[in-house]
């Protein structure tokens, strides 16, 4: 019996290359398993859209349709084929680039969501790039101060903040700032083909509104791990060896006490993504939340099943991001991998 073991091993000189580069391996490891995760994500949607109720070829005529023309539309969408021609077909041309044609708006799914795929970008971007650090500055200040007065005011109010869904601080931004005040608009009604940064006005209310979670959430996960980071032996010998405390802070505290708040980063910005939905609609911010909202509605498969996998995408995308962040900020993680 030949045996095949030899054929089975890693080859020596790879063997010696992921030797030398774990992080580059871990790299790899994750990729490969976001992209099995991706796969599986695309079966789930494929299923979960084909068991929407009601009848696409129904929703594009009107109610008014005749079976004739119902029969005719759905042979012509494919929809009369089985789940899994369906499917193969849809992956198909996932992998090629093509996300499909809209049976709502007539044009390629691609076009459709080009500008609410910006809009959501810019959208969720400015909101990271003021959340997080406002959110690691407080979350800093209240490590530090922790039990003063200072750290009661900053956790008061973030965990007032966590406790607000969003469509209720979002009613009550547009409440207070657009009708009693009148200073900002109540809607953010970007017209197609603009920028969304050219009317800064118009992004000020959803752009609190999605602050206000995100935030509380960095602040905690911060104080939690600034409080870990200056009770450890390594801060208190910095302590006796005579290093200030601000240099303690900064260079030795922080950084340890990043890692866990990277997770939480990485969990807020994918929720920023994802959870547009709500904001978005509150305020009939044209993005891409908005855009799956009204293709549920009119049972618009090829758009929402584009959003879904592109929100997936970004999530897995980011997921990998933070976990590499965190390798990189502590060292004995590299070795490890």
Known sequence: MTDITPALEIPAHRSRYLARHPLATYVIRRTLTGLLILFVVSVIVFAATQVLPGNAAVQILGRNATPQSVTQLTRQLGLDRSAVAQYTSW????????????????????????????????LAGVAVILMIPLGLALGVVAGVRADRAADHA????????????????????????????????????????????????????????????????????????????????????????????????????????????????????????????????IFSYPGLGQGLVQAVQLRDLPTVQAVAMLLAALYITINIIADVAVVLLIPKLRTAQ
């Open 154 to 281: 900053i956790t008061g109010l973030t965990l007032g903040a966590i406790a607000m869904p969003e469509f209720v601080s979002g009613a009550l931004l547009a409440l207070i700032f657009a009708v009693w005040l009148k200073v900002l608009p109540p809607v953010s009604l970007v017209a197609p083909g603009s920028d969304p940064l050219a009317h800064p006005a118009l992004l000020v209310l959803p752009v609190i509104t999605l602050m206000l979670s995100g935030t509380a959430y960095i602040v905690r996960m911060m104080r939690a791990g600034v409080i870990e980071a200056m009770s450890s032996d390594y801060v208190e010998a910095a302590a006796l060896n005579g290093i200030g405390r601000r240099r303690i802070i900064w260079k030795h505290a922080l950084r340890n006490a990043l890692a866990p708040t990277v997770q939480v980063l990485a969990l807020t910005v994918q929720w920023l993504v994802g959870g547009v939905v709500v904001t978005e609609t």
């Open 91 to 122: 992956l198909s041309g996932l992998l090629h680039g093509d996300l499909g044609h809209s049976l709502a708006a007539h044009e390629p799914v691609a076009q459709f969501i080009g500008d609410r795929v910006r809009n959501t970008l810019v």
